[in-house]
């Protein structure tokens, strides 16, 4: 009951404020107060504040709390061993097995040649450094300088 009384004040209060706000012609503003100041209003009028009070002040609430924190628990630490022990997988894991299966039969296929192999001639694209030839990094912004003249 204090609960309820004490936040139907601060809205009365935010409400209050608001008009003074209006009145000094920042309607804007006054109308984001308005809306901050019931809010309050709002949760006594639904009964989520009794709701909550109930809640915060009953042993059956807490012990389902306790039960759901020590079930959170269970799995955090199952999940724990099962990576220690490798046995676990994770989705990644199970999503690259499904595609290893998926593409052994088309295994009489040439695979896809990529890299400086893969372009004509053999040679790597112009302007790009070559990162096993150990090219610097600024190759590339001399090449743009060079070619817009500067």
Do not use: N
Not at 3 to 10: D, H, N, Q, W
Not at 48 to 66: I, K
């Amino acid at each position: 009951m204090l609960a309820e009384t004490i936040l139907s004040a601060v809205s009365a209060a935010g409400l209050g404020l608001a008009a003074i706000t209006a009145y000094r012609k920042r309607f804007l503003t006054a109308a984001r107060i308005a809306g901050y100041a019931l809010v309050p209003l709002g949760l006594v009028m639904t009964g989520a504040v009794a709701w909550l009070a109930r809640t915060a002040f009953s042993p059956v609430a807490w012990a389902g709390f306790g039960v759901l924190g020590l079930s959170w628990l269970l799995f955090a630490v199952t999940r724990g061993v099962e990576r220690r022990r490798g046995t676990g997988s994770t989705r990644k894991e199970r999503r690259a097995a499904r595609r290893e299966t998926a593409a052994a039969p088309d295994a009489s296929t040439p695979a896809a040649v990529t890299g400086p192999a893969a372009r004509p001639g053999g040679r790597p694209a112009a302007g790009k450094p070559d990162a096993a030839r150990g090219g610097d990094d600024f190759s590339e912004i001399e090449a743009i300088l060079k070619k817009h003249g500067i």
